[in-house]
């Protein structure tokens, strides 16, 4: 992975105030398929109610790293499948 492409990740989980209004937008749109908001919801509670984790919660700081990759990774694959007007609005996907 390209360094700017990781620091891009990374201010992208830093602008997550940005991404829960995005969300409700994102699932409340109309140009957004049915089919897509159905795989992001998928993603989301499939995530909170699988019992693994690649790297145990109990190792604090170490264990969380994942539950945000994870977050994250969910996130930028719902402003991928979003309208570019409605990612560009909240400022999360700058070309």
């Known amino acids: 992975m390209s ?3 990781f620091w891009s990740r990374i201010r992208f ?6 991404s829960i209004p995005f969300v409700k937008e994102f699932f409340l749109s ?3 398929s049915l ?4 795989l992001s919801l998928g993603l989301m509670f499939g995530y909170i109610l699988l019992p693994t984790d690649l790297i145990p ?14 977050v994250g ?5 719902m402003v991928k499948m979003a309208p570019l007007h409605l990612a560009e609005k909240f ?3 700058k070309k």
């Open 35 to 38: 089919l897509k908001k159905i």
């Open 30 to 32: 109309k140009e957004v």
């Open 13 to 18: 989980l830093f602008n997550f105030r940005n």
């Open 91 to 93: 400022e999360l996907y």
């Open 73 to 77: 990774f969910i996130l930028q694959l």
């Open 57 to 70: 919660d109990y190792l604090i700081i170490i264990g969380l790293t994942d539950d945000i990759a994870v």
């Open 3 to 5: 360094m700017i492409r």
